[in-house]
């Protein structure tokens, strides 16, 4: 089946402007997950959406960035007066939210460059 | 606060040699444990999971890790390596049931050699 599939694959934007990054999980997935892989700081974790709860932004690094999903599917990563540091690999996942099944299961990213 | 130390940051192996890459975690009553592999521009693909049970586990692609409590160690494993194999790759926590943040480690990058 399909899997995780997130738009644009590569974008490069100058500082000061507004990005969206947007993900399709996988049909079914009620959670969602983003995260940030630059080269400093490996992988970290930024939200998390589990159905029509309210979701966990503990990771977001700065007010710049947010996030919403909509109808319980497509999230969108939006991020404010882009900086330099914020050029990394935006990566999305979504799961199965069940006492058995807890693999997150991820998108190919969106590599975004901030000049 | 959880954390996965992977003490190799490159390793390189010839083809059809044996492969063991390093994975520790930091003290959990229920470790969930994953390793995930990522190709040059591709996202995280899942290889195996640890959550209970038999603490040999096998995954995709002929990999297998197993879990050892006492060293708090995950470490992955394969008999014989291809060349397809070259890759980074990351071993990562859920920090137990009920999480959902996922604690990688610094990843492991693997050079095959033909």
């Known amino acids: 089946g399909a899997g995780v599939s997130q738009s644009p694959s590569n974008k490069v934007t100058e500082k000061g402007k507004d990005v969206e990054l947007r993900c399709d999980p996988i049909?079914?997935?009620?959670?969602l997950y983003w995260y940030r892989q630059s080269l400093g700081q490996g992988l970290e974790f930024l939200i998390y959406f589990q159905g029509n709860s309210a979701p966990d932004k503990s990771g977001l690094p700065s007010d710049r960035f947010s996030a919403e999903r909509t109808g319980g599917s497509v999230s969108t990563l939006t991020i404010q007066r882009t900086q330099q540091e914020d050029s990394a690999v935006y990566l999305c996942a979504s799961s199965f939210r069940t006492a058995s099944s807890y693999e997150q299961y991820f998108g190919p990213g969106t590599r975004l460059t901030v000049t | 606060a959880q954390s996965v130390t992977q003490p190799d940051i490159h390793i390189t192996v010839s083809e059809g040699a044996s492969l063991e890459l390093r994975c520790n975690y930091s003290?959990?009553?229920?470790?969930?444990l994953f390793w995930y592999v990522q190709s040059p521009g591709q996202g995280l693909q899942l290889l195996l999971k640890?959550?209970?049970?038999?603490?040999l586990v096998q995954g995709i692609k002929g990999f297998e890790a197993e879990f050892k409590r006492s060293q708090s160690s995950f470490n992955l494993r394969k008999p014989s390596v291809h060349w397809s194999d070259a890759a980074e790759y990351f071993c990562a926590d859920l920090s137990g049931a009920g999480s959902y943040q996922l604690t990688f480690g610094k990843g492991t990058k693997l050079s095959v050699i033909p």
């Open positions: 640890y959550f209970s049970g038999d603490t």
């Open positions: 003290y959990g009553a229920t470790p969930y």
């Open positions: 049909s079914g997935h009620t959670a």
